[in-house]
């Protein structure tokens, strides 16, 4: 069900952040209990023989394939876009990953590397993971991403404003965040993890789509609790009712911790159950994983050949 106030309000409720405190807080509460057993439902379906082949094909092509590490190279880079381009090179009917993702000094090398591939560059931005630092700062981190080639912004929120009930200041920074990609798409990252409460999840999943979000995304993958199957459900049930009351669809990726292809397809199945086809193309939904394309390949070979290969291996986050 659209969740209230209908459509020609929303236009009011940024305005001040008194107005945008009492549509935040006036969200229904999220029963906690409820979410964690839907999750756990949705779970335990099982896909079997073309639909598994079907699912694996499709998880692959959704995979934000990621290197985030202080001892990045421009070789490291370069040899996980063309893992990108070419997963399986053994098998030339393995879909391509949805994007590479980089710190923004590396976007360029992966905009290289990529050309011609249609596979998209994302760059994290706005001093990831923490996000301690300074607009300007974030604006400029940004606009340097962009510049090189990035395709694709991943921004962390301000955790600590957001917990102080600075709401408006956090509206504004992904406004402002959100200008400077330009074409660039945005996900924002709310670090799940450190909100402490689903309420806190669902408030920041409205107010970061009210601020032009193009993509709602989980965690940075650098602490301890990322991506999980509730948290990652809060946002497709946020996405679903925003698009219900505006019209407008905003796009869902949970990362950090999803590494078996039997994890991946519990998340598609709840895609598929929660927000349905419109939502089941690497345009609305991603994966922020690395380690998890070389389970998927195995899974994929198996079914093909009826038997395992060895791991093959790429960065982990």
Request: one cysteine or more; charged letters at 25%.
């Given at each position: 069900?659209?969740?209230?106030?209908?459509?020609?309000?929303?236009?009011?409720?940024?305005?001040?952040?008194?107005?945008?405190r009492r549509f935040l807080h006036?969200?229904?509460?999220?029963?906690?209990?409820?979410?964690?057993?839907?999750?756990?439902?949705?779970?335990?379906?099982?896909?079997?023989?073309?639909?598994?082949?079907?699912?694996?094909?499709?998880?692959?092509?959704?995979?934000?394939?990621?290197?985030?590490?202080?001892?990045?190279?421009?070789?490291?880079?370069?040899?996980?876009?063309?893992?990108?381009?070419?997963?399986?090179?053994?098998?030339?009917?393995?879909?391509?990953?949805?994007?590479?993702?980089?710190?923004?000094?590396?976007?360029?090398?992966?905009?290289?590397?990529?050309?011609?591939?249609?596979?998209?560059?994302?760059?994290?931005?706005?001093?990831?993971?923490?996000?301690?630092?300074?607009?300007?700062?974030?604006?400029?981190?940004?606009?340097?991403?962009?510049?090189?080639?990035?395709?694709?912004?991943?921004?962390?929120?301000?955790?600590?404003?957001?917990?102080?009930?600075?709401?408006?200041?956090?509206?504004?920074?992904?406004?402002?965040?959100?200008?400077?990609?330009?074409?660039?798409?945005?996900?924002?990252?709310?670090?799940?993890g450190e909100l402490s409460t689903?309420?806190?999840?669902?408030?920041?999943?409205?107010?970061?789509?009210?601020?032009?979000?193009?993509?709602?995304?989980?965690?940075?993958?650098?602490?301890?609790?990322?991506?999980?199957?509730?948290?990652?459900?809060?946002?497709?049930?946020?996405?679903?009712?925003?698009?219900?009351?505006?019209?407008?669809?905003?796009?869902?990726?949970?990362?950090?911790?999803?590494?078996?292809?039997?994890?991946?397809?519990?998340?598609?199945?709840?895609?598929?159950?929660?927000?349905?086809?419109d939502w089941l193309s690497n345009?609305?939904?991603?994966?922020?994983?690395?380690?998890?394309?070389?389970?998927?390949?195995?899974?994929?070979?198996?079914?093909?050949?009826?038997?395992?290969?060895?791991?093959?291996?790429?960065?982990?986050?």
């Open positions: 069900m659209p969740l209230s106030p209908p459509q020609n309000a929303l236009a009011d409720v940024t305005a001040s952040d008194a107005a945008l006036g969200l229904p509460g999220v029963d906690g209990v409820g979410l964690e057993a839907r999750a756990a439902a949705l779970g335990t379906r099982s896909i079997k023989t073309t639909a598994k082949a079907y699912a694996i094909d499709l998880a692959i092509s959704m995979i934000d394939l990621t290197t985030l590490e202080g001892a990045d190279t421009p070789g490291k880079v370069r040899s996980l876009s063309a893992k990108g381009r070419a997963p399986d090179p053994t098998d030339r009917e393995t879909p391509r990953v949805a994007a590479i993702c980089v710190y923004p000094d590396m976007a360029g090398v992966a905009k290289a590397a990529l050309e011609g591939s249609g596979v998209k560059v994302a760059s994290v931005a706005t001093a990831f993971p923490a996000g301690r630092a300074a607009l300007p700062v974030k604006l400029a981190d940004t606009r340097d991403a962009v510049a090189a080639g990035a395709d694709e912004i991943d921004m962390v929120i301000d955790r600590g404003a957001f917990l102080s009930g600075r709401y408006l200041q956090v509206l504004e920074e992904i406004r402002a965040v959100k200008e400077a990609c330009g074409a660039a798409r945005l996900k924002v990252i709310f670090e799940t689903y309420d806190n999840i669902r408030r920041v999943s409205w107010l970061a789509m009210l601020a032009g979000a193009d993509f709602v995304k989980t965690s940075t993958g650098k602490v301890a609790v990322n991506a999980t199957p509730a948290n990652t459900l809060l946002l497709m049930e946020a996405v679903r009712d925003f698009r219900a009351t505006t019209g407008v669809q905003v796009g869902v990726k949970p990362a950090g911790g999803i590494r078996t292809t039997k994890d991946a397809i519990k998340y598609l199945v709840m895609v598929n159950e929660t927000l349905g086809d345009h609305w939904f991603r994966f922020g994983a690395s380690s998890l394309l070389n389970d998927l390949l195995m899974q994929r070979q198996k079914l093909r050949t009826g038997r395992y290969s060895g791991p093959d291996y790429v960065t982990v986050d």
